[in-house]
């Protein structure tokens, strides 16, 4: 989404229609924790995030546009949020430090990506070994769910995708809780780790 999309990421019905203050919970967020939002825009997930990691935590806002980035700033300026850290990625990498994440999230960004795969590739190599990467996307199996088919994807399509052994990714849990989004979590293998045969 570009940056003139921000009215629609600030609009004051989000949180009832996505149900985003029941993410943060279903994302067991921890004290300190280093989690990188990916896709961050104006900052609306990462100041929730910030609240739950605290301030002995960090957030990674990471967006493509220094316009999203420029607003985010002004935002935890406004809120004296002081744990958010901008990004400026690329359409092929968040520009995140080997093996410095805990948790990786993404707030119906992954379908947007021009490159899914290098993407996916460098978020992988972000997390530190046991750290999680958290599709969160429109249920493309709900057909109730009103957005347009191109924004949504399923959970069988998330795992074909981030189960490539390329990514070193194992399936953690599929959480349907949220009102129009299901939560698709992934482990970062340790070495020397396959993925079981049925996932």
Request: net charge negative.
């Amino acid at each position: 989404m570009g940056h003139q999309g921000i009215a629609w990421l600030e609009r004051p019905e989000r949180d009832e229609e996505e149900g985003l203050s029941l993410l943060m919970k279903l994302l067991d967020l921890k004290p300190g924790m280093v989690v990188a939002d990916i896709g961050a825009g104006s900052g609306v997930i990462s100041t929730m995030l910030a609240r739950r990691v605290g301030p002995e935590g960090v957030v990674l806002a990471v967006d493509i546009q220094q316009e999203m980035l420029d607003a985010l700033q002004a935002k935890c300026k406004l809120l004296e949020i002081t744990n958010v850290e901008p990004v400026l990625g690329t359409t092929k990498s968040p520009q995140l430090n080997p093996n410095s994440v805990d948790l990786v999230i993404m707030v119906d960004v992954y379908h947007e990506f021009d490159f899914p795969f290098e993407m996916l590739q460098s978020i992988s190599h972000s997390l530190k070994p046991g750290g999680r990467v958290a599709f969160i996307e429109y249920r493309k199996e709900d057909p109730k769910v009103p957005i347009k088919e191109v924004h949504k994807m399923s959970e069988a399509q998330v795992k074909r995708e981030a189960l490539l052994p390329e990514h070193q990714l194992r399936w953690l849990t599929t959480k349907g809780e949220l009102p129009r989004q299901h939560v698709v979590l992934f482990e970062k293998m340790q070495e020397n780790t396959t993925t079981p045969a049925n996932e």
